[in-house]
Antibody, heavy 122, light 107 residues
Framework: QVQLQESGPGLVKPSETLSLTCTVS????????WSWIRQPPGKGLEWIAY???????NYNPSLKSRVAISVDTSKNQFSLRLSSVTAADTAVYYC????????????????WGQGTLVTVSS | DIQMTQSPSSLSASVGDRVTITCQAS??????LNWYQQKPGKAPKLLIY???NLETGVPSRFSGSGSGTDFTFTISSLQPEDIATYYC?????????FGGGTKVEIK
């Protein structure tokens, strides 16, 4: 059974960098694309980025200038960095496995972590 | 980006009722659409992929249809455990986007 677990600080100061790691178990990180999605409190879902083990990435255009996603195959983990955070970045951050499709390499989120709340506040 | 518009944003129905949610894309996305269920405090769960294919293990009272720009998600007979927020998500292009969600409550 595939399991994903997010980890990282629950509180980040404004203007600083948010850093999260997702640890994958029950599957090799070299087999699929892997993604970050976030959900502000009481609001909807927003896709942030995805990565393949080879390092191929894709970012949400609205966040691209502040986001970096990376992968560590030796630890079966992938990570997110979001710079210059503001209160608007307060959200539950989910990591997820992504299946491909005929038209795009990453299409469907089939396994999700439980999510971790990150609050941006001084 | 492709914008996904869901309606209604919330609904209240009785147990056993047929519930229908719509999702409209800002451009033709063929059938490149998924539906997810999110219960309070939990991660979303994939229910339907490719607009109409039921994910393994998902009850058959859930169904999806549509193509192009207009899509429908249906619960044929609402059950108490179906209380959740439902999201559509398109994958027609590299920038994946979700609808705003539909919160389903029991009347």
């Amino acid at each position: 059974q595939v399991q994903l677990q997010e980890s990282g600080p629950g509180l980040v100061k404004p203007s600083e960098t948010l850093s999260l790691t997702c640890t994958v178990s029950g599957d090799s990180i070299t087999s699929y694309f892997w993604s970050w999605i976030r959900q502000p409190p009481g609001k909807g879902l927003e896709w942030i980025a995805y990565i393949y083990y080879s390092g191929s990435t894709n970012y949400n255009p609205s966040l691209k200038s502040r986001v970096a996603i990376s992968v560590d195959t030796s630890k079966n983990q992938f990570s997110l960095r979001l710079s210059s955070v503001t209160a608007a970045d307060t959200a539950v951050y989910y990591c997820a496995r992504v299946l491909g499709s005929r038209v795009v390499p990453a299409a469907t989120f089939d396994y999700w972590g439980q999510g971790t709340l990150v609050t941006v506040s001084s | 980006d492709i914008q996904m518009t869901q309606s209604p944003s919330s609904l209240s129905a009785s147990v056993g009722d047929r519930v229908t949610i719509t999702c409209q894309a800002s451009q033709d996305i063929t059938n490149y659409l998924n539906w997810y269920q999110q219960k309070p405090g939990k991660a979303p769960k994939l229910l339907i992929y490719d607009a109409s294919n039921l994910e393994t293990g998902v009850p058959s009272r859930f169904s999806g249809s549509g193509s192009g720009t207009d899509f429908t998600f249906t619960i044929s007979s609402l059950q108490p455990e179906d209380i959740a927020t439902y999201y559509c998500q398109q994958y027609d292009n590299l920038a994946l986007t979700f609808g705003g969600g539909t919160k389903v409550e029991i009347k």
